[in-house]
T-cell receptor, first 114, second 117 residues
């Protein structure tokens, strides 16, 4: 069966450290993978997109890697701040069902402790 | 740019009534919009894909007669929950893809919290 799993439901880290979130998938053939941030009671906000032929993408303090052999993406936030506290979702655009459709992971709730 | 709005943000209704939720792209045209629902502490579940001027494509297990979708213009899609029941209570979120975007970044609305009594 198809699954998109994010490493942990919740992650607590100290301010200034690097947060690393994991997204693993099975039985998908993603043309791309995206990461979103969601705050409570709000819709997700797009952060980064990485294509299947890309290994790494950076944007300011964010870095995403994509390993299609391992079927895994890692999402890093460096120099984390309390304002980074939110739920982070990975999402796949599945080639088999139409790359426009996004399928979301279970999410990781990140808390950055001052 | 790329702002998506939803209306209403919250709605409480009695069981058996129908509720309409609007999704608008405010500063771009969207040939494709998506509807999701999200249960507390769960991820987003894609319900259907809405294409302007054509019938929506529903995901497996989603009742199309229960969740009516109309994408009447390039900036508006509506989701109508018909004969709502308490189990339909959820957070409904829409998203839109700007026409001509190459890699399908989706812009999400703020969501609508539906509570059916």
């Amino acid at each position: 069966s198809q699954k998109i799993e994010q490493n942990s439901e919740a992650l607590n880290i100290q301010e200034g450290k690097t947060a690393t979130l994991t997204c693993n998938y099975t039985n998908y053939s993603p043309a791309y993978l995206q990461w979103y941030r969601q705050d409570p009671g709000r819709g997700p906000v797009f952060l980064l997109l990485i294509r299947e032929n890309e290994k790494e993408k950076r944007k300011e303090r964010l870095k995403v890697t994509f390993d299609t052999t391992l079927k895994q993406s890692l999402f890093h936030i460096t120099a984390s701040q309390p304002a980074d506290s939110a739920t982070y979702l990975c999402a796949l655009g599945n080639r088999q069902t139409g790359a426009n459709n996004l399928f979301f992971g279970t999410g990781t709730r990140l808390t950055v402790i001052p | 740019g790329a702002v998506v709005s939803q209306h209403p943000s919250r709605v409480i209704c009695k069981s058996g009534t129908s509720v309409k939720i609007e999704c608008r792209s405010l500063d771009f045209q969207a040939t494709t919009m998506f509807w999701y629902r999200q249960f507390p502490k769960k991820s987003l579940m894609l319900m259907a894909t809405s294409n302007e001027g054509s019938k929506a494509t529903y995901e497996q297990g989603v009742e199309k007669d229960k969740f009516l979708i109309n994408h009447a213009s390039l900036t508006l899609s509506t989701l109508t929950v018909t004969s709502a029941h308490p189990e339909d209570s959820s957070f409904y979120i829409c998203s839109a893809i700007p026409g001509g975007s190459s890699y399908n970044e989706q812009f999400f609305g703020p969501g609508t919290r539906l509570t059916v009594l």
